[in-house]
């Protein structure tokens, strides 16, 4: 089983509804993402999370909300689908670098397989 | 805005040669990452290189970083068809508010072709 697993793998959905791609992980990891991919744009950081109590926007939040129900599960939601949030949305984990306890620096990240996500 | 930018967008080389990216940065970071994404999969990690580092080797991966320039650079000898893939630096950028780690920030990515 994949270490990072991300639900669903694809979805064709209309404009106005209401989308949630769901992320869970096994690596144990506190600190999980949400990116966003577009051709020519490279990944654009959406929401972080540090631990279950600590949600940050990143760049492009707007239009976005996410959930952290628990250390292995951070959930985004599209709360009404526009076309231009068609993309494929990453989750990723990362590890700590060094010392330093909730703000220690990132290590490794850890992708899943991503979510292909197509508003009409 | 993205945080490290890489350059050039796209590489096309044969086998056998060397594959050079670069990768430049506007704020001070804790570390600086190299991944590499075959087409429509999830990235995967390839190397760090801490502020404090200058040169790292794995395999057949070379990485450089400048933090007076604020650049690193990827450079994969030998280069092998397999090795075709879209390769992005990412930067653990410092909080100057915690001191430490604020968030990792990917560039747009260079687009390596290997041709047999």
């Known amino acids: 089983d994949a270490d990072v697993t991300q639900t669903p793998r694809n979805r064709i959905t209309k404009t106005g509804k209401r989308i949630m791609l769901e992320c869970s992980q096994t690596k144990g990891h506190d600190r999980m993402y949400w990116y966003r991919q577009d051709p020519g744009l490279g990944l654009r950081l959406i929401y972080y999370?540090?631990?279950?109590?600590?949600?940050n926007k990143g760049e492009i939040s707007d239009g976005y909300s996410v959930s952290r129900q628990a250390q292995a599960k951070f959930s985004l939601s599209l709360e009404s689908a526009i076309p231009n949030q068609t993309a494929l949305y990453f989750c990723a984990t990362s590890d700590l670098s060094g010392t330093g306890g909730h703000y220690a620096n990132t290590g490794e990240l850890f992708f899943g397989e991503g979510s292909r996500l197509t508003v009409l | 805005s993205q945080q490290g930018e890489e350059d050039p967008q796209a590489l096309s080389i044969q086998e056998g040669e060397n594959a050079t990216m670069n990768c430049s940065y506007k704020?001070?970071?804790?570390?600086l990452q190299w991944y590499r994404q075959n087409s429509g999969r999830g990235l995967v990690h390839l190397i760090l290189?801490?502020?404090?580092?200058r040169e790292k080797h794995s395999g057949r991966l070379r990485v450089t970083l400048d933090t007076s320039k604020k650049s690193s650079s990827l450079l994969i000898t030998a280069s092998r068809a397999a090795d075709t893939a879209s390769y992005f630096c990412?930067?653990?950028?410092?909080?100057?508010?915690?001191?430490?780690?604020?968030?990792?920030?990917f560039g747009k990515g260079t687009k390596l072709t290997v041709n047999p």
């Open positions: 999370s540090f631990d279950v109590k600590d949600i």
């Open positions: 990412a930067t653990d950028n410092l909080s100057l508010t915690q001191g430490g780690s604020e968030k990792l920030v």
């Open positions: 704020t001070s970071i804790n570390n």
């Open positions: 290189i801490r502020s404090n580092e």
